[in-house]
């Protein structure tokens, strides 16, 4: 069952989001060659714990860290650790949650190290435009489907890539998983009809090859079975007032869908006032 919020909810999910999206500033601005995947949780737990939240992943299902991070060929859900260390080269997927008055924030960025193989470049550029195209759809009578449909057909057809199927965004709330699943592939037209008070987590995981995952001994680490890079960029949106609104972006962003003949692409605006 879908819970729809009100305006007073979404504020309340948007603060969440924000803490969230505080963190992957912070981790833009300390990730470098040499640090481990623990010490940027234990900056990101303290940072969350400071504003008068709680890690929104720690816990969850057993899951024992505040992030997942995800290193080249591990696609999503990565524990961080001492022996995790970051090379240049690197693509480092980081994922937070936060819980802020009983509701929680969601998003994830996937970060280059210095330099990366160009193929990489593109993934990392072809998934957060497959993003960006799956958040544009996110209109009053548009369809759950037609999220999917947008960032499968830009990633996997345009530019053929490998679209994970076994994970799948979702709708957040008081929980950090609610209905509806919302996939990164999919059919124009089907599934629930968006409608106003909708928040949902949308997170393209896309890989540089096949789309096949598997879980690792851990029993958390999700990793591509080709070895291949992979990419999560993931925002947290409603829909309030007829418009999509990224509740995870301190820049309110403007969105504009380009079609020429069988190819898309998104114009990203961000709106310099501050929400
Ligand atoms: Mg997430
Ligand atoms: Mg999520």
Request: charged share 25%; hydrophobic share 40%.
């Amino acid at each position: 069952m879908i819970i729809y919020k009100t305006p007073e909810e979404i504020e309340l999910i948007r603060s969440s989001c924000l803490l969230v999206s505080k963190v992957h500033e912070m981790i833009a601005q300390e990730l470098r060659p040499g640090l481990s995947g623990m010490h940027i949780d234990r900056m990101a737990e303290t940072l969350i714990r400071d504003h008068g939240a709680v890690p929104g992943f720690k816990g969850y299902g057993g899951f024992p860290a505040t992030l997942c991070v995800s290193v080249n060929e591990q696609v999503v859900h990565g524990i961080p650790s001492e022996k995790q260390i970051f090379s240049e080269g690197d693509v480092v997927s980081v994922d937070c949650g936060a819980i802020l008055e009983g509701f929680y924030g969601d998003a994830a960025y996937t970060f280059a190290l210095g330099d990366i193989a160009p193929e990489t470049m593109e993934l990392l550029e072809v998934t957060k435009t497959a993003l960006y195209l799956g958040i544009a759809e996110v209109v009053p009578g548009n369809r759950i489907g037609d999220i999917g449909f947008a960032i499968q057909d830009y990633a996997e057809r345009q530019h053929g890539f490998g679209v994970v199927r076994d994970l799948v965004g979702h709708g957040v709330g008081r929980s950090l998983h609610e209905d509806p699943q919302v996939p990164n592939f999919g059919k124009r037209g089907r599934g629930a009809k968006l409608q106003e008070g909708l928040v949902i987590a949308i997170e393209p995981m896309i890989n540089l090859g096949k789309k096949e995952v598997f879980t690792g001994k851990d029993g958390w680490t999700i990793s591509t079975r080709d070895k291949l890079p992979s990419a999560h960029y993931e925002h947290t949106v409603a829909l309030k007032e007829g418009k999509v609104d990224i509740l995870s972006s301190f820049l309110g962003i403007e969105l504009a869908v380009e079609q020429n003949n069988w190819l898309q692409t998104v114009r990203v605006r961000e709106v310099e006032q501050a929400k």
